[in-house]
């Protein structure tokens, strides 16, 4: 753990780790597939029949699958997918807010070769400006938090001056005119505006009382890195 300074004399802490990994999210996912995946096979409705679950795809009028149990983790769909089984009890669908989370990129090359995560921001609802390394080692920020109606994954250049106040704090050299937009995302959250953070909810046939269906709801970070975890605790819940 290091001791660092600011110019106020408050001593701020950060914690050193020599060792962190970098994955991308398709390559840990093609090393764990181990079923058949149906692109493009958007779920229109469940229904609960004769001890399984029916899923109907499209505009189908035959269910394609008749599953013993089906996990709804259709991330910023779930809401909607829970609400398209039949005879699901609505209050155990939760309010979705849409948080969207842009990043920006550093032209040339980083000066870092560590992550870097400043102190969360006490707003809440999201980590804070960070530095990470992509896959080809080049420094990108992200991401922000904007609340959003609506799915858009475009990065308005504007926001380029909060990132450079931000990156500030922890960089004071950086040029701001050396971010570039880089590309965005939007978290499912269960909590909006002024709300503190919510953890996951995921609800099984115990909780909502639909035998055979489990619900992921508000999987925003850290779900990817704990996904094997919740793969043990969702398979629990079915057994
Ligand atoms: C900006 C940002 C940064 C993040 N950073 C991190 C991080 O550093 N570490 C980390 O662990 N996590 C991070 N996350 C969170 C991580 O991306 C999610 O937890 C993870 O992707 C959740 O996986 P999922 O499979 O539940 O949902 P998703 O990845 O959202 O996948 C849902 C899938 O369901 C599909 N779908 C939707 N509706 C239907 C339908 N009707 N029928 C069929 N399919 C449907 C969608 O097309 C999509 O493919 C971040 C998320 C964001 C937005």
């Not at 849409?98 to 992550?115: D, I, M, N, Q, V």
């Not at 006490?122 to 990108?140: F, N, P």
């Amino acid at each position: 753990m290091r001791k660092t300074y600011t110019a106020a004399g408050m001593a701020v802490i950060a914690i050193f780790l020599p060792g962190c990994v970098v994955a991308g999210p398709f390559l840990a996912l093609a090393m764990l597939v181990v079923a058949s995946i149906a692109y493009g096979a958007a779920v229109a409705a469940l229904r609960p029949a004769q001890g399984r679950v029916e899923v109907f795809i499209g505009t189908d009028a035959e269910p394609a699958v008749r599953a013993r149990a089906v996990v709804n983790s259709a991330g910023l769909e779930a809401h909607h997918v829970a609400a398209s089984i039949e005879g699901f009890p609505r209050q155990h669908i939760p309010k979705i807010f849409y948080g969207k989370g842009s990043y920006f990129e550093l032209t040339g090359k980083s000066p870092f070769a560590r992550l870097i995560y400043p102190a969360p921001p006490t707003s809440g609802g999201h980590l804070g400006i960070h530095m990470t390394l992509d896959l080809s080692g080049a420094a990108r920020f992200g991401p922000d938090l904007e609340w959003v109606d609506c799915v858009d994954y475009r990065v308005e250049p504007s926001r380029a001056a909060a990132f450079g106040d931000a990156i500030k704090e922890y960089w004071p050299q950086l040029e701001a005119a050396s971010l570039k937009p880089a590309y965005a995302g939007v978290r499912p959250k269960l909590s909006g505006p002024g709300e503190g953070s919510r953890d996951f909810y995921i609800s099984g046939p115990a909780e909502h009382g639909v035998a055979g269906i489990v619900n992921l709801f508000g999987m925003e970070s850290p779900g990817l890195t704990s996904s094997l975890a919740l793969g043990d605790y969702i398979a629990a819940l079915l057994a």
